[in-house]
């Protein structure tokens, strides 16, 4: 069996909160209950474990999407009023990078994780 990714652990200040928050965002189904976490499930089977933390660190999650779904999600985003940057830097406010032949941005949860979609794999 190859290796593959199946679940990881966010930190987050409200689990049900933040999972509900990257669900509702990407437009994926709602969250479920699994012992202490919230988990987000991703379509290739992979799952998001949200953890309660009273002092989460900030870390970055990349999701490969499709160009409708990016369109949809990039909707999702400025109908929240989300604050949303081309670079992680967040050097280019309000617009979306063309890196890789391909659409990419960049926004953040309500812990601070940097999140980003992106149409084309880097590198690509």
Not at 8 to 33: E, K, M, N, Y
Not at 46 to 63: G, I, K, N
């Amino acid at each position: 069996m190859p290796v593959q990714l199946d679940h990881t652990i966010v930190s987050a200040r409200d689990r049900r909160a933040s999972a509900a928050f990257l669900a509702d965002v990407l437009g994926l189904g709602p969250p479920t209950t699994f012992g202490p976490f919230a988990v987000v499930s991703l379509d290739n089977g992979v799952s998001l474990d949200f953890m309660e933390d009273d002092a989460p660190h900030p870390r970055h999650y990349a999701f490969l999407v499709g160009e409708e779904e990016f369109d949809q999600i990039l909707g999702r985003i400025r109908a929240r009023g989300l604050d949303h940057w081309a670079d992680p830097f967040e050097q280019h406010p309000g617009e979306v990078n063309t890196d890789d032949g391909g659409r990419g941005v960049y926004w953040k949860d309500p812990d601070g994780h940097v999140l980003e979609i992106i149409t084309r794999p880097y590198g690509g």
